[in-house]
């Protein structure tokens, strides 16, 4: 069973930076597809970030130039770079894997992928 935990969240002022952490365990990276995601209060999870079995790295428009999706495979461990934080960044932020094509790694669809990260929150304050 694939297992996620993320780490890193906390508060910061608006501007400020971040980097979440999201150490994996028992995940077989062919074929696999791993992402970044947050969702606020009355929201819809969102997608921010993905990285396909061929490493292809893909941020959503929201983000992209701000945040910034690595991983670590000796370390079996994911990262999210945030920068230029804003207040509209608050939320719990989430890692995922699951099995899935190319396309919809691309996509980014939250209901493609199986296993989950208990979250950690993220505030940024004006």
């Known amino acids: 069973q694939v297992q996620l935990a993320e780490s890193g969240g906390g508060s910061v002022e608006s501007g400020g930076f971040l980097r979440l952490s999201c150490a994996a365990s028992k995940v077989a990276y062919a074929g696999v597809c791993i992402g970044w995601f947050r969702q606020a209060p009355g929201k819809e999870r969102e997608g921010l970030a993905s990285?396909?079995?061929?490493?292809?790295?893909r941020h959503a428009d929201s983000v992209k130039g701000r945040f910034f999706v690595s991983v670590d495979i000796a370390e079996k461990t994911m990262y999210l770079q945030m920068n230029s934080l804003k207040p509209e960044d608050t939320a719990m932020y989430y890692c995922?894997?699951?099995?899935?094509?190319?396309?919809?790694?691309?996509?980014?669809?939250?209901?493609?992928?199986?296993?989950w990260g208990q979250g950690t929150q993220v505030t940024v304050s004006s």
């Open positions: 990285i396909d079995s061929d490493w292809r790295h």
């Open positions: 995922a894997a699951g099995e899935m094509s190319h396309d919809s790694c691309a996509r980014m669809g939250a209901s493609a992928f199986r296993f």
